[in-house]
């Protein structure tokens, strides 16, 4: 069985004070490990120690980052978390330098990571509705997915040498939230993936 390390990066405010994200960082971790796999959760905004967040990630087979989109990016404490925890893990840990080297200095930026047996999966809750990705008639988007908009996240965990899983999204959670509906997707969205994951591994 896998071990996987849980994100949650929600930064609690008066209007939103990330009780989705909370609700399904828990359940990721209690489904996953009722399926026998080991599981550890990290709540960002509660405090976190830098090097045990290094070598969680070094444990881990498979990171899941659970956030809100904030301002089109993760919230600021989880981007905090990613400054202090990733800078620390540069020194070979998590990447050995950015790929580059002595003799192809131009070569291959991006590409030193040591986590290439990492794979990381991306939870996100939108203010915004479903409706809004994906179509080139919406003005604001215009076709965006919101993997296209989250694609920061995504170099982020490149960068380590870790390997995409297929995003989930929970969409217009402010004002049209169907929470029970989102809760049985992404339950049906984890066991789809931790499902071939084993089989693959067996």
Not at 6 to 16: S, V
Request: glycine residues 8%.
């Amino acid at each position: 069985m896998s071990k996987i390390l849980i994100l949650n990066g929600a930064q609690p405010y008066p209007f939103a004070p990330g009780g989705l994200n909370a609700t399904l960082a828990s359940r990721a971790k209690d489904r996953l490990e009722a399926q026998g796999h080991d599981v550890r959760l990290t709540t960002v905004a509660e405090g976190y120690d830098v090097e045990a967040e290094v070598e969680n990630h070094r444990w881990a087979d498979t990171v899941i980052m659970q956030f809100p989109v904030n301002w089109m990016g993760v919230p600021w404490s989880f981007k905090k978390y990613m400054d202090e925890v990733y800078t620390v893990g540069m020194d070979g840990r998590l990447c050995a330098g950015d790929g580059r080297t002595a003799e192809a200095p131009k070569s291959n930026y991006g590409m030193g990571g040591t986590l290439s047996g990492t794979r990381y999966m991306i939870s996100a809750t939108f203010n915004a509705p479903r409706e809004a990705f994906d179509d080139p008639e919406e003005p604001f988007f215009e076709g965006l997915s919101m993997d296209d908009l989250l694609r920061p996240v995504h170099l982020n965990a490149k960068f380590f040498g870790m390997a995409p899983l297929p995003s989930f999204g929970a969409f217009d959670v402010m004002k049209n939230p169907e929470v029970s509906a989102d809760l049985v997707r992404f339950d049906a969205h984890l066991d789809a993936i931790f499902a071939e994951a084993d089989h693959v591994a067996a």
